[in-house]
């Protein structure tokens, strides 16, 4: 910013001494604009071709003044270019760098392909949650939005095989195809399948009908904005309590209530506990509405008599500050 600014000053200055210098000779040796402003030049620049000298006294010292600071402005103000070329180029080398070194020590990761309108919600939802994830994308508008954002990133064409593996594909936990066709993203999952057998993918799909090919292709979960866009709409109509209470429940910023997703890791106390004697009610406050066990199975309203398991996804609601004392139970 600082060498910006100076840039800045001295292209101002250097334009003010080119003017001037043009008026001056116009003025004082009574040459036309053309010859006074070709002389400016020829002067600043060093070259002298003497087919324009000064007559007079005072435009020789008017002569004198032009070279001793249009020539420093002039020199000044190319070294101030040359430093900011140099200097960009380094950045950038730079941060190529830093970006490869912290993608290089990224583990169990999400790799997000397309930063468009979706890509960039599911950034900042991944982002507030803290969970680790690359963006990888090739336009440059767009990158320079993710660079704004603050997001890791991988610039190039999802569909490459380098790419992703330059994004840390065969350590990642999980891939989300956001890219603008089925067609893309029909060819992403194919590679990342490829590259790494038992990674989760979630796939954005255009058409109806591309939603079997994607899963078919390998996705794990396809979903289609518009559908889901519609349903949510039509929802605010017919039952618009219902939205309320999955906005608020679902929502980040909520403060009132919080529906989230919690797993029971290894080792957790709660393991061969049922929820009755794990005593979540009365302990966090929390209503559990759902298990899914590693099975994919998916257990609605347990009964207390209900005994938890390691790989457990409960679905606990409540405030937010008792889900988050949950998790940690979870965890240890």
Not at 144 to 164: N, P, R, S, V, W
Not at 227 to 248: C, K, N, Q, Y
Request: glycine residues 8%.
């Amino acid at each position: 910013m600082i060498l910006t600014h100076k840039l800045r000053l001295a292209l101002v200055i250097l334009v003010t001494v080119l003017i001037t210098g043009t008026l001056g000779f116009y003025l004082i040796e009574g040459w036309s604009v053309l010859d006074s402003f070709y002389t400016t030049i020829t002067t600043m620049a060093t070259v002298g071709y003497g087919d324009f000298t000064p007559r007079t006294a005072a435009g020789k010292i008017f002569a004198i003044a032009v070279i001793i600071f249009g020539v420093g402005t002039m020199l000044y103000s190319f070294s101030l270019i040359t430093e900011l070329i140099i200097e960009g180029r380094l950045r950038r080398i730079l941060g190529r760098g830093k970006l490869q070194k912290m993608i290089g020590k990224m583990n169990n990761h999400y790799i997000i392909c397309g930063c468009g309108r979706i890509g960039l919600l599911i950034c900042r939802e991944l982002a507030g949650a803290k969970m680790p994830f690359v963006v990888v994308d090739n336009n440059p508008e767009i990158i320079q939005k993710i660079q704004d954002e603050g997001f890791i990133y991988c610039k190039g064409d999802a569909t490459q095989d380098k790419t992703l593996i330059e994004a840390g594909i065969k350590r990642a936990k999980g891939i989300v195809c956001v890219l603008p066709t089925d067609a893309e993203n029909l060819y992403v999952i194919l590679t990342a399948k490829e590259l790494n057998q038992e990674i989760y993918i979630l796939s954005r799909s255009e058409e109806e009908e591309s939603e079997h090919r994607l899963i078919r292709a390998g996705a794990n979960r396809v979903m289609s904005p518009y559908t889901l866009g519609g349903s949510r709409m039509a929802m605010a109509i017919l039952r618009p309590a219902m939205l309320d209470f999955i906005e608020i429940t679902t929502q980040r910023q909520s403060l009132e209530l919080r529906m989230e997703e919690v797993a029971v890791c290894d080792g957790s106390r709660l393991i061969g506990q049922s929820l009755e004697e794990s005593a979540v009610r009365q302990s966090f406050g929390l209503i559990i509405v759902a298990v899914k066990k590693d099975t994919e199975k998916m257990i609605f309203n347990p009964q207390a008599s209900y005994v938890i398991a390691s790989g457990d996804r409960i679905i606990a609601l409540g405030e937010d500050i008792n889900v988050k004392r949950f998790a940690e139970v979870c965890i240890i």
